[in-house]
């Protein structure tokens, strides 16, 4: 993560990514799309695609930031994290992330233009534009964030593909448990009848040191009702995370030692009874080394969402340097 520092109010920062990945099946879900549909330019290199193995390469974020007294500009590759879910993000219209991906390190950047201001201590109005090759389809949000007592709130609008949008979020504390909810509301701009809600609410908890559980529902009123009303096509090029309506994910966190720790999760999909259960295993083996192993085993009927995933095992290790 290279960054060149220019005084004290501006920098130039950079984040690039290579994954090798092995398959001995279809490979409608192990590939990636060359951009995705929030990237401008095509910064994706793919030096090997055979049969089985696909290496890839690629610049996740570049960006220029500048600081002002007031707040501060981004522009370029970037990250921008809306959204107060731990597992599902309904109000993240720029980074989305499928809670199948097991490769991705970090939420994909988006070709933005970011303009943060300052209203108060806990106070801010956060300005995006993303640009598109048509300029009728440009997207642009706003989002409006305070705090209320022990909650952090946040209200959003915006015109994104050509669909008019708004919502909110909030997390804060439920006596000793944490709480989060988000939600969204998506009309076509030319025709409201055409339009849906998405929205979860999520519950997460500290038993210990070392134990830590959540448990988040998502309501997905994009997704179909029926098999034959899924869009494999889009899941498999990033434009849809999900294809149902109603899912469910738990997962427990246990620190076994100081440098060692463990998880187990589930994700299920309610409507068709698919889903997967995912363990992963780290060890944090220097300051600056932390080694990771898991594998995801998927179930479910032929043609049910996660009926098409392969059982998967990964390896990952991370350098900070």
Known sequence: RPTAYFGK???LAMEYEISGLY??????????PE???????????????????TISHFIDRLYWRQDFGFGNLTVGRQRVAWGSGRIWNPTDLFNPINP?????IEKDGADLLTAQIYLGNFTDLTVVHNPQKLLRKNNAAAKFRTNYQTYDISILGGYF????IFGGDFAGNLFTAGLRGEWIFSAQNDDFSNHFVKYIVGVDYQFSRRIYSLIEYQFNGEG????AGYDFTSLADGRLINLSRNYLFSQTMIQLHDLVSSGIGWNGNLNDGSGFFALT??????????LQCGGQL??????????FYPTTLFGRVSWYF
């Open 9 to 11: 109010n501006a920098r």
């Open 23 to 32: 398959h001995q099946q279809n490979q409608l879900f192990t590939t990636s």
């Open 35 to 53: 951009k995705t549909t929030r990237q401008f330019f095509d910064w994706r290199w793919q030096p090997v695609n055979d049969e089985n193995v």
């Open 100 to 104: 199948a991906a097991f490769d991705k």
């Open 161 to 164: 593909d050509e669909r008019i």
């Open 224 to 227: 179909a009702t029926s098999f």
């Open 281 to 290: 295993m780290s060890y944090n083996y220097r300051p600056n080394l932390d």
């Open 298 to 307: 998927y179930y479910g009927q032929t043609f049910s969402e996660y009926g």
